[in-house]
Nanobody
Framework: QVQLVESGGGLAQAGVSLRLSCGAS????????MGWFHQAPGKERAFVAA????????LYTDSGKGRFTISRDNSKNTVYLQMNSLKPEDTAVYYC????????????????WGQGTQVTVSS
């Protein structure tokens, strides 16, 4: 049974940093591209960042470029999202997801999802 478990969310003030983690089990982690998505209240789930199995291909949403960094440690079956200079508009539930082959910005291509972790940024 595949499980993705996010952690590291919480309440933060604008301008500070948070690092989200997503631990995976039940799959051969090093074969999967991993993605981070977020969903704000009343909005669609949206792409944030994705990384290939080897880490050599990385995608970011425009709003995350320069502020967010996705990385992974295949020895720990974990993917990370470092979020710097947080803004109130980053407030959302953050989900990690897994898919085979190449990373993608399309949430419909991901096979497995975590339950999400709430990030709330106050001004």
């Amino acid at each position: 049974q595949v499980q993705l478990v996010e952690s590291g969310g919480g309440l933060a003030q604008a301008g500070v940093s948070l690092r989200l983690s997503c631990g995976a089990s039940g799959l051969t982690f090093s074969r999967y591209a991993m993605g981070w998505f977020h969903q704000a209240p009343g909005k669609e789930r949206a792409f944030v960042a994705a990384i290939s199995w080897s880490g050599d291909r990385i995608l970011y949403t425009d709003s995350g470029k320069g502020r967010f960094t996705i990385s992974r440690d295949n020895s720990k079956n974990t993917v990370y999202l470092q979020m710097n200079s947080l803004k109130p508009e980053d407030t959302a539930v953050y989900y990690c997801a897994a898919k085979l082959r190449l990373p993608s910005t399309d949430k419909n291509e991901y096979n497995y999802w975590g339950q999400g972790t709430q990030v709330t940024v106050s001004s």
